[in-house]
């Protein structure tokens, strides 16, 4: 089992900036992607940005030019940079890790989720 571990969310006004990051415990199985999600309230939870192993990456069209994803495979570490916020930037950000098995079935781990509030 992987446990992740997020901070650096907050409080910050439109155009500021904020850096998430998550740390993931050690798997015994190897750690393809990781990425974060969001979840605003009475909206489904989306994708933010995601980094494979390969370091190939993918974002959300909303956040496009903003964010930018990077990942320490050494520390399983992913990071979020996010600037120039918005008000519809307002969600809590979840860490999610996917995992390899050796038998060929990808596993799914959450953070805890960290709540980023832009005021406008």
């Known amino acids: 089992q992987v446990q992740l ?4 969310g907050g409080l910050v006004q439109a155009g500021g900036s904020l850096r998430l990051s998550c740390t993931a415990s050690r798997s015994t199985f ?3 992607a990781m990425g974060w999600y969001r979840q605003a309230p009475g909206k489904q939870r989306e994708l933010v940005a995601r980094i494979n192993s390969g370091d190939s990456t993918n974002y959300a069209d909303s ?3 903003r964010f930018t994803i990077s990942r320490d495979n050494a520390k399983n570490t992913v990071n979020l940079q996010m600037n120039s916020l918005k ?3 307002t ?3 979840y860490c999610n890790a996917v995992v390899l098995t050796t038998w060929g079935q990808n596993l799914d781990y959450w953070g805890q989720g960290t709540q980023v509030t832009v005021s406008s």
């Open 5 to 8: 571990v997020e901070s650096g």
């Open 30 to 32: 190897k750690i393809s």
């Open 63 to 65: 956040v496009k030019g």
């Open 87 to 89: 008000p519809e930037d």
């Open 91 to 93: 969600a809590v950000y």
